[in-house]
């Protein structure tokens, strides 16, 4: 991509509504721009991110064994009537009436529509287990909607839905969706940590939030310093194998949200050197919640005996759009973001240093078609801005690498390579940068 041709609204100055570091750096860095509380549009950059993101999460999903498909937004109020969230639910669902007055809801979530499509088709327990996810937009009409992305009103989930015929299937299910989580946001380079937590309005007796930890992050949260270092299991891991070791690690580590921190266990089982008392981003959340809505709902299978029986299930929701922020708030210095590779908008950028002059020119189009033949995602500043604004615009957006191209370099031969992360340069051949990036 050359910039000149791109749509890239950087701004020079700190929007003053942006409380948050990442909701600046979004702003700033022409990512997203608000059309109403709490409701973005999503300009090319950051919808690269956004993009990435949702890639990862559903290559994880699929990975353990869930089946992706896609749900409409907008819901039939008769049917949560059907669970009897409809009333319960309260200000945060946007309710919507069309021209036959018929009674509509923008989605919050998805357990009364994933429900009906199961039980429309799945009769026999020999079709479980079962596990449907989709990634689509929600609204929530926040009280607060605030800090940009990460509490918007419309806002991106991925949200999967688990069916098994009972409790012991139904947890095997919850354990592969943890595993899952946790690869998913350690491929984004977080820390997600899993962490008791309440249920809230999607019920059910057991939950794990994952948290990553931030001063300005909404959640107060607690736990041992060692659930910090745990292993994140490799793309071997079994999922169609036991799990539980894998859990057992992860969940004999004090960590919980303070809706359900126990001080007392904290004290006796937590050294006071190791005790962290601190906040944190919500970045995804679990839920087993047995037959909650498989009964009001009938959701029922015929079990090996014949007889019907209700089925038990979870479901599984990941914020896909928090999660730029919360990538920012834990990846960014006070030049702009730090884009783990994993999900950068481009890998590389190719500063020209010298726009309009005959060698630079020529070796960053060589360097830039070269590097986009090999499948490098690039975006070449090829604009007439000077140096120095080059640069502040490179480390504003994150790009992992800088390629800087000038003069004085080209004359010995050599580019400079930026890495973005830590800073460090090194003085390098066209051939030894495209070796290095490829
Ligand atoms: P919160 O406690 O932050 O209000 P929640 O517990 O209500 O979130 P869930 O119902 O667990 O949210 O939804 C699954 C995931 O969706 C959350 O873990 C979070 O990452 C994301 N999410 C929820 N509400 C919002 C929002 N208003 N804006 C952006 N992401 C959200
Ligand atoms: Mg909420
Ligand atoms: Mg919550
Ligand atoms: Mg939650």
């Not at 791109?6 to 570091?21: H, M, T």
């Not at 950051?46 to 907008?74: D, F, H, S, Y």
């Not at 919507?96 to 429900?115: F, Q, S, V």
């Amino acid at each position: 991509m050359r910039l000149s041709r791109f749509f890239l609204p950087i701004l020079k100055e700190n929007p003053k509504e942006a409380e948050i570091v990442s909701h600046r750096l979004m702003l700033r860095a022409g990512m997203i721009r608000q059309e109403a509380a709490g409701i973005y549009a999503w300009l090319p950059l950051g919808l690269r991110v956004l993009k990435k993101i949702e890639q990862i999460v559903r290559e994880e999903q699929n990975r353990a064994g869930a089946l992706e498909l896609l749900m409409p937004t907008l819901q039939l109020a008769d049917l949560w009537r059907e669970s009897g969230r409809y009333d319960a639910y309260g200000p945060e669902m946007l309710r919507i009436a069309d021209r036959h007055k018929r009674e509509l809801l923008y989605g919050p979530t998805n357990e009364e529509m994933i429900t009906e499509i199961f039980r429309a088709y799945i009769k026999s327990y020999r079709n479980l287990p079962l596990n449907l996810y989709h990634i689509q937009w929600k609204f929530r009409d926040e009280q607060r909607p605030r800090f940009g992305v990460m509490r918007g009103r419309e806002f991106l989930m991925k949200d999967a839905y688990s069916f098994d015929l009972d409790e012991a299937g139904a947890r095997r299910a919850y354990n592969r969706m943890f595993v899952a989580y946790l690869r998913t946001f350690a491929r984004m380079g977080l820390k997600a940590i899993p962490m008791r937590a309440e249920t809230g309005p999607i019920g059910g007796d057991l939950s794990h939030e994952f948290i990553v930890l931030a001063e300005t992050g909404e959640s107060g949260v607690y736990c041992d310093r060692d659930v910090l270092d745990l292993p994140v299991p490799d793309e071997t891991v079994d999922y169609e194998g036991d799990l539980t070791a894998i859990i057992k690690q992860w969940t004999s580590v004090y960590a919980a949200t303070e809706d359900v921190h126990d001080a007392a266990r904290f004290e006796q089982e937590v050294p006071a050197e190791k005790r962290v008392h601190t906040r944190g981003i919500e970045v995804g959340q679990i839920f087993y919640f047995g037959t909650k809505y498989s009964e009001p709902m009938k959701a029922m299978v015929a079990g090996p005996d014949g007889a019907e029986v209700a089925i038990h299930g979870g479901s599984y929701g990941v914020g896909v759009s928090r999660l730029l922020g919360a990538i920012i708030e834990a990846c960014h210095d006070d030049a702009g973001i730090k884009w783990p590779e994993s999900v950068a908008p481009f890998k590389a950028a190719i500063l020209n240093l010298k726009q309009g002059s005959e060698d630079t020119d020529g070796a960053c189009e060589q360097l830039y078609r070269e590097l986009t033949a090999k499948g490098v995602e690039v975006l070449y500043d090829d604009t007439d801005q000077r140096a120095g604004a080059k640069f502040a615009s490179a480390d504003l957006i994150g790009i992992p690498w800088q390629i800087l191209v000038g003069p004085k370099g080209l004359a010995e031969g050599k580019l400079e390579l930026k890495r973005r992360s830590d800073g460090t340069r090194e003085n390098l051949s066209a051939a030894e940068v495209l070796a290095q990036l490829t």
